[in-house]
Nanobody, 125 residues
Framework: QVQLVESGGGLVQAGGSLRLSCAAS????????MGWFRQAPGKERQFVAA????????YYADSVKGRFTISRDNAKSTVYLQMNSLKPEDTAVYYC??????????????????WGQGTQVTVSS
């Protein structure tokens, strides 16, 4: 079992920045790829960003590329999502998730085994 707890969400004006954190406990954090997803009201949960267990490779949705940066600190069992140049359409509940190393696609919701409770990000125009 892996327990994930997100923090850092809040209300920010368009153009502003937020940094989300996701602290993991339980099984060895470095044994998992980590991802961030978001879900807006009435919409499906969508992929935002992911990072491999080594931290060497990162992946982003086209909508956030160049604005968001995912990183991890395996010594602290924490993954981060730095969000810059925020837009109103970034408003959603953001979830971090852990996926085993054997997954076929790092982009799919179904690849992730463990999920946090989510943190609300609201961007005002």
């Amino acid at each position: 079992q892996v327990q994930l707890v997100e923090s850092g969400g809040g209300l920010v004006q368009a153009g502003g920045s937020l940094r989300l954190s996701c602290a993991a406990s339980g099984r060895t954090f470095s044994s998992y790829h980590m991802g961030w997803f978001r879900q807006a009201p009435g919409k499906e949960r969508q992929f935002v960003a992911a990072i491999t267990w080594t931290g060497y490779s990162t992946y982003y949705a086209d909508s956030v590329k160049g604005r968001f940066t995912i990183s991890r600190d395996n010594a602290k069992s924490t993954v981060y999502l730095q969000m810059n140049s925020l837009k109103p359409e970034d408003t959603a509940v953001y979830y971090c998730a852990a996926a085993p190393l054997t997954i076929r696609s790092i982009y799919n919701v179904s690849s992730y085994t463990y999920w946090g409770q989510g943190t609300q990000v609201t961007v005002s125009s």
